[in-house]
């Protein structure tokens, strides 16, 4: 089992900035993909941005340009730099881990965060 701890959500207001991460740990040999997903109400889940395990990464649109995803492969976390915030940008911030191996043969699972709220102020 894999368990994920994030940390870094809050109010924050218009054009301000945040730092998510997210930590994981238990049992694993590797991690292929990290990413950021958010929901805002009534919506429906969204990829924000997403890093491989070599660093290659892809954001959402809305986000470009305005946040940066990073990992520490050592730490097995992930970050997000969230700047220049809208009240947009306004939702729960879920953590995925995807293609976790507990051992180098073993069946990739994914993981997800239980989310943490981050709320912008016009």
């Known amino acids: 089992q894999v368990q994920l701890v994030e940390s870094g959500g809050g109010l924050v207001q218009t054009g301000g900035s945040l730092r998510l991460s997210c930590a994981a740990s238990?049992?694993?040999?590797?991690?292929?993909?990290m990413g950021w997903y958010r929901q805002a109400p009534g919506k429906q889940r969204d990829l924000v941005a997403h890093?491989?395990?070599?660093?290659?990464?892809n954001y959402a649109d809305s986000v470009k340009g305005r946040f940066t995803i990073s990992r520490d492969n050592a730490k097995n976390t992930v970050y997000l730099q969230m700047n220049s915030l809208k009240p947009e940008d306004t939702a729960v911030y879920y953590c995925?881990?995807?293609?976790?191996?507990?051992?180098?043969?073993?069946?990739?699972?994914?993981?997800w965060g239980e989310g943490t709220l981050v709320t912008v102020s016009s």
């Open positions: 995925k881990v995807g293609e976790v191996r507990a051992t180098w043969n073993s069946r990739a699972m994914d993981y």
């Open positions: 238990g049992s694993i040999f590797t991690i292929n993909t």
């Open positions: 890093i491989t395990r070599n660093g290659g990464t």
